[in-house]
């Protein structure tokens, strides 16, 4: 009797042995994006999720979580159990800045694990039909002369279009009306059409706009000029010495997620990132791929924290 029970539970023991063994994945992997299936970050997503399938030969299926500035679907792959089946994309505003404005949030941005990096890229400061001039200094002197006349746009209160917009102002003591909007798109729209004069926006909402001349390029908000843009000076070769916005999107797993898979999807993400055509399809949209390593990429979420939840917290935000 003692033998056929010693026999059981080493046949028990077996398909959890084999479960143990299994790689990873094994099974489909969904990745969650926080917003609109329009939003510019469900492309790079889909990118990545289709390289990743093939690379794998597991699904990586892409879902839309919309709502609350991102919270809602962070919420809901920061609930999920840590075993690299459930991960997130996000961005700076959704983990900067969205905790500050959503207080009874039911997970901590800074718990959720970073993966991996897709890209870090700056904006733009775009100028519509009701700026005459060329040059930053010309907008500056422009909002110098009328304080409180003009309009700038957002992609919403609270984004990060929004903060940088307001950011630029206090550089030099300005004022402008910040009208946010829904979308990138209407963004656009409301800078062609004169409602708004400028804004602090994402490169790729804008820059289809930039060789029919409707809307204007006037400076790069990163630290060096944008490659994809390489006519356009930065802010700070324009006279403001101290202003340099960038943003990131990246891939995050729930709090807890093993150091062996989160290695496993940097070390995939980042050669994915490398190949010349996703290049391309990221150069298609305005943006470029940048890979990190996990600990390079952890530090630019916690630095990026820092500086957008503490200048949120200053403006007193609240949600639309």
């Given at each position: 009797?003692?033998?056929?029970?010693?026999?059981?539970?080493?046949?028990?023991?077996?398909?959890?042995?084999?479960?143990?063994?299994?790689?990873y994945?094994?099974?489909?992997?969904?990745?969650?994006?926080?917003?609109?299936?329009?939003?510019?970050?469900?492309?790079?997503a889909?990118?990545?999720?289709?390289k990743?399938?093939?690379?794998?030969?597991?699904?990586?299926?892409?879902?839309?979580?919309?709502?609350?500035?991102?919270?809602?679907?962070?919420a809901?792959?920061?609930?999920?159990?840590?075993?690299?089946?459930?991960?997130?994309?996000?961005?700076?505003?959704?983990?900067?800045?969205?905790?500050?404005?959503?207080?009874?949030?039911?997970?901590?941005?800074?718990?959720?694990?970073?993966?991996?990096?897709?890209?870090?890229v700056?904006?733009?400061?775009?100028?519509?039909?009701?700026?005459?001039?060329?040059?930053?200094?010309?907008?500056?002197?422009?909002?110098?002369?009328?304080?409180?006349?003009?309009?700038?746009?957002?992609?919403?209160?609270?984004?990060?279009?929004?903060?940088?917009?307001?950011?630029?102002?206090?550089?030099?003591?300005g004022?402008a009306?910040?009208?946010?909007?829904?979308?990138?798109s209407?963004?656009?729209v409301?800078?062609?059409?004169?409602?708004?004069?400028?804004?602090?926006?994402?490169?790729?909402?804008?820059?289809?706009?930039?060789?029919?001349?409707?809307?204007?390029?006037?400076?790069?908000?990163?630290?060096?000029?944008?490659?994809?843009?390489?006519?356009?000076?930065?802010?700070?070769?324009?006279?403001?010495?101290?202003?340099?916005?960038?943003?990131?999107?990246?891939?995050?797993?729930?709090?807890?997620?093993?150091?062996?898979?989160a290695?496993k999807?940097?070390?995939?993400?980042?050669?994915?990132?490398?190949?010349?055509?996703?290049?391309?399809?990221?150069?298609?949209?305005?943006?470029?791929p940048?890979?990190?390593?996990?600990?390079?990429?952890?530090q630019?979420?916690?630095?990026?924290?820092?500086?957008?939840?503490?200048?949120?917290?200053?403006?007193?935000?609240?949600?639309?």
């Amino acid at each position: 009797m003692r033998k056929l029970l010693l026999v059981a539970a080493l046949l028990a023991a077996i398909p959890l042995h084999s479960q143990a063994a299994d790689p990873y994945p094994s099974r489909p992997v969904t990745i969650t994006v926080p917003f609109g299936a329009g939003a510019s970050i469900g492309s790079i997503a889909r990118i990545v999720a289709d390289k990743l399938a093939a690379r794998l030969g597991q699904p990586f299926v892409v879902e839309y979580k919309p709502g609350a500035g991102g919270t809602i679907g962070s919420a809901h792959v920061a609930a999920k159990k840590p075993d690299g089946y459930s991960l997130l994309v996000s961005a700076t505003g959704t983990m900067s800045i969205a905790p500050v404005l959503y207080k009874n949030l039911t997970y901590k941005s800074e718990d959720l694990t970073p993966v991996a990096q897709m890209m870090r890229v700056p904006f733009v400061i775009a100028s519509g039909s009701e700026f005459k001039g060329k040059t930053l200094a010309e907008l500056i002197a422009q909002l110098e002369a009328q304080p409180g006349k003009y309009n700038f746009a957002s992609t919403g209160n609270g984004t990060l279009v929004h903060l940088a917009g307001q950011l630029f102002l206090d550089q030099f003591g300005g004022k402008a009306e910040h009208v946010p909007y829904a979308a990138g798109s209407e963004v656009a729209v409301a800078l062609i059409s004169g409602d708004v004069l400028f804004s602090v926006a994402n490169i790729s909402t804008v820059s289809p706009h930039f060789a029919g001349g409707r809307i204007k390029a006037l400076a790069i908000t990163g630290p060096e000029r944008f490659p994809l843009l390489p006519d356009v000076p930065t802010v700070a070769a324009s006279g403001l010495k101290d202003f340099s916005v960038r943003h990131y999107v990246g891939i995050f797993g729930p709090p807890g997620l093993p150091a062996d898979i989160a290695d496993k999807l940097n070390q995939e993400i980042n050669e994915i990132l490398r190949q010349p055509e996703v290049e391309a399809a990221f150069q298609a949209q305005g943006d470029i791929p940048v890979p990190a390593s996990r600990d390079a990429f952890a530090q630019t979420v916690a630095s990026d924290a820092k500086a957008w939840g503490s200048l949120a917290r200053q403006m007193n935000l609240a949600p639309n």
